[in-house]
């Protein structure tokens, strides 16, 4: 089967929801099969077109063999199997991930952070050192 | 009480390639070969479809896959597992007891379903 046929089955397969891992296993078993199809045919005395097109055509239609795998639920990976657990999950990862999104920010910043707590720290003591001299000449 | 037969319509392709792999382990067009050697061709399908089916097997815990490379190429062979033994037996039982019923219905005798 020539390559463009099995990127479209790898594109009907991947969109319907089907495991990475036997997207995969089904391609490479495919194309195996198909080499020795055509093997076959081309020992049998049919010349090169001919071979490919019975390999082609013994090995089904790709749009029914799309519809075959895909109507094997335990094929399929989480998300496509349990759609709304796997919503769920998300949302609750998502949920899960927001309090960790500034300390995670904080993480990758931490030299700019460092800098900027410096300044400020050293501000806040000028500014207050200042503030309670002024205090201190009024008072007195 | 009355037997529902759902392998009666989709166990077939399970039961052949179980039994193709009862004999020995094999890859996807051996047993394609086997299955259409051993049933004089009846059944005809695609023979992609053979690999959806596998991997539900594979998937169920009835048969066990494993990669070899054979004279540069990669092959997947198959082999049956205790729990593919067990659903091999269940699955020849379930159709010869079914396969017996519509014989009894072609045949025009009635009453139950007799052991093939």
């Known amino acids: 089967m020539p390559d463009d046929k099995f990127e479209q089955l790898r594109f009907e397969l991947t969109r319907g929801g089907v495991a990475q891992v036997y997207v995969e296993r089904t391609l490479l078993e495919l194309s195996e099969h198909y080499a020795d199809l055509e093997s076959a045919a081309l020992a049998a005395g049919f010349g090169a077109d001919e071979a490919a097109r019975r390999a082609r055509e013994a090995l089904g239609d790709e749009h029914a063999l799309a519809a075959a795998i895909l109507s094997r639920r335990e094929l399929l990976c989480f998300e496509a199997r349990h759609p709304r657990v796997a919503n769920c999950l998300h949302s609750a990862a998502a949920i899960g991930a927001i309090p960790g999104l500034p300390l995670i920010y904080c993480i990758e910043h931490r030299p700019e952070l460092a800098r900027w707590g410096v300044a400020f720290s050293l501000a806040v003591t000028l500014v207050g050192g200042i503030l309670a001299t002024l205090d201190w000449l009024i008072v007195v | 009480m009355a037997q ?81 033994k067990r659903r091999l037996e269940h699955l020849s039982g379930e159709w010869r007891r079914v396969s017996a019923g519509v014989n009894s219905a072609l045949t025009g005798t009635t009453g139950e379903p007799q052991d093939a």
Do not use: C, D, W
């Open chain 2, 4 to 84: 529902t037969n759902p392998p009666f319509m989709s166990g077939v392709p399970e039961l052949l390639v179980l039994r193709m792999l009862s004999a020995r382990e094999m890859y996807g067009y051996e047993i394609v070969k086997a299955m259409r050697l051993i049933t004089g061709e009846a059944i005809g399908f695609g023979e992609g479809v053979i690999y959806p089916v596998l991997h539900a097997l594979e998937e169920t815990g009835a048969v066990k896959a494993r990669r070899k490379a054979v004279n540069g190429r990669e092959r997947v062979y198959y082999s049956l597992t205790i729990k593919g």
